[in-house]
């Protein structure tokens, strides 16, 4: 079956950066693209980014431009993203998900928390 | 950019009754990159449509979407307590997603 396992929760300081990572299992990898959405406390879904796992292209929200890398490792069928520069507004629930067009299949989201 | 607008934040429902949810796409979007998620506090989203009408795999019938121009609509036809939800749209365009605003469905 496919799944999606992100990493756990983290707790960074104003100014520092994350890296989260987002393992697929139940499908082949390269196959399918990675999204990763956002949701801040009390507010909707943010759209981040998304990567092409076979040949890593990627291409991000323009609001995350300059902040945000996401790379893939197909020895370990990974994704990661690294936001840096975090601020309290960072401060939200990521998710990955699969797909280009949608998303069929979602991680079940990591926490990041920014405070000093 | 492609704005999605779901212009009711809230419906305030009971069970069995029917529930249509709008989303209004900025400017002509095809139909084949629409989607709808639910999305419950400590979940991750579950899709339910895509391509505006297709139902996802096990995603019960009561759930439908259409599609008319720019306008989306989700209909749950007789809500079950398990459906009391935030509704999200969200279209795909140029290697990017673009959600709305989502649509609380609480019960009255």
């Known amino acids: 079956q496919v799944q999606l396992v992100q990493s756990g929760a983290e707790v960074k300081k104003p100014g520092a950066s994350v890296k989260l990572s987002c393992k697929s299992s139940g499908y082949t990898f390269t196959s399918a693209y990675i999204h990763w959405v956002r949701q801040a406390p009390g507010q909707g879904l943010e759209w981040v980014g998304i990567i092409n796992p076979s040949g890593g292209s990627t291409n991000y929200a323009q609001k995350f431009q300059g902040r945000v890398t996401m790379t893939s490792d197909t020895s370990t069928s990974t994704v990661y993203m690294e936001l840096s520069s975090l601020g309290s507004e960072d401060t939200a629930v990521y998710y990955c998900?699969?797909?280009?067009?949608?998303?069929?299949?979602w991680g079940q989201g990591t926490l990041v928390t920014v405070s000093s | 950019e492609i704005v999605l607008t779901q212009s009711l934040g809230t419906l305030s429902l009971s069970p069995g009754e029917r529930a249509t949810l709008s989303c209004r796409a900025s400017q002509s979007i095809t139909s084949t990159y629409l989607a709808w998620y639910q999305k419950k506090p400590g979940q991750a989203p579950r899709l339910l449509i895509h391509g505006a009408s297709r139902r996802a795999t096990g995603i019960p019938d009561r759930f439908s979407g259409s599609a008319s121009g720019t306008d989306f609509t989700l209909t749950i036809s007789r809500l079950e307590p398990e459906d009391f939800a935030v509704y999200y749209c969200q279209q795909y365009g140029s290697s990017a997603w673009t959600f709305g605003q989502g649509t609380k469905v609480e019960i009255k």
């Open positions: 998900a699969r797909g280009l067009f949608f998303g069929d299949y």
